[in-house]
């Protein structure tokens, strides 16, 4: 398993338009990628449950990534993350 943190600096936090591309970029993965934000988390393929967890810009959060690939997979979400949220 493979593991990193992440400050979140969209002004918005992850409201629909990042999190729909956050979705996207997730699916194209088969290993499964978890986003954690203090207590709640969720599969990062599910836009609603990501919605749900109320992410706001400044928060940290923890991002898991676990199965084929998960080099790969970490590498390329926390590249997204950066570039996007």
């Known amino acids: 398993m493979k593991e ?8 918005v936090g992850i ?6 591309l956050l979705v996207k ?6 290993c499964a990628i978890m ?4 207590e709640k988390s ?11 967890l ?3 810009q400044g928060d940290e959060i923890r991002v898991t990534v676990e199965g084929n690939g998960e080099d ?3 590498a390329a979400m926390e ?7």
Do not use: Q, W
């Open 35 to 38: 986003i954690f934000k203090g």
């Open 54 to 56: 109320g992410i706001k």
């Open 25 to 30: 970029e997730a699916k194209k993965y088969e």
């Open 72 to 74: 790969e997979c970490a």
């Open 15 to 20: 409201h629909a338009r990042p999190a729909g």
């Open 79 to 85: 590249t997204f993350f950066k570039g996007n949220l």
């Open 42 to 52: 969720c599969k990062a393929t599910s836009l609603t449950k990501l919605m749900g």
């Open 4 to 11: 990193f943190n992440y400050t979140v600096t969209d002004p």
